[in-house]
């Protein structure tokens, strides 16, 4: 499976490469860059945090890059909003026909296998 995931805390993202180590990853911190890598390549399962750092935008820009561009094949992608926060992820599962909210570090987190 090809999965993008956007992280900024290094917990996660460690916590990511483990679970998931054995499929092909792209990372990053930056919505700009995921978006980028959105325009790029196809993904089986897109990872969204909400909150980044400075200057990194959030995952609402990601939401509305596929929003805006229903030609994009990452449509098709199954999206994962791992977001604690609560409004930002009501906004983008808003945007995002079919995504779900699976928050960080739950049991459901946790129990996620990637089958297609």
């Given at each position: 499976?090809?999965?993008?995931i956007?992280e900024d805390?290094?917990?996660?993202i460690t916590t990511?490469?483990?679970?998931f180590c054995?499929?092909?990853?792209t990372?990053t911190?930056?919505?700009k860059?995921a978006?980028?890598h959105?325009?790029?390549?196809a993904f089986d399962?897109i990872?969204?945090d909400?909150?980044?750092?400075?200057?990194?935008?959030?995952?609402t820009?990601?939401?509305?890059?596929l929003?805006?561009?229903p030609?994009?094949?990452?449509?098709?992608?199954q999206?994962?909003?791992?977001?604690?926060n609560?409004p930002?992820?009501?906004?983008?599962?808003?945007r995002?026909?079919?995504?779900?909210h699976?928050?960080?570090n739950t049991?459901?987190f946790?129990?996620?296998?990637?089958?297609?």
């Amino acid at each position: 499976m090809r999965i993008l995931i956007l992280e900024d805390d290094s917990y996660r993202i460690t916590t990511f490469i483990e679970k998931f180590c054995n499929h092909d990853m792209t990372i990053t911190e930056n919505a700009k860059a995921a978006i980028d890598h959105l325009k790029s390549k196809a993904f089986d399962y897109i990872f969204l945090d909400h909150d980044l750092g400075t200057n990194n935008g959030n995952g609402t820009d990601v939401a509305q890059y596929l929003y805006d561009n229903p030609e994009n094949l990452n449509n098709k992608a199954q999206v994962v909003i791992h977001s604690w926060n609560t409004p930002a992820t009501n906004g983008m599962l808003d945007r995002l026909y079919g995504a779900v909210h699976i928050p960080f570090n739950t049991p459901a987190f946790f129990a996620l296998t990637l089958d297609k």
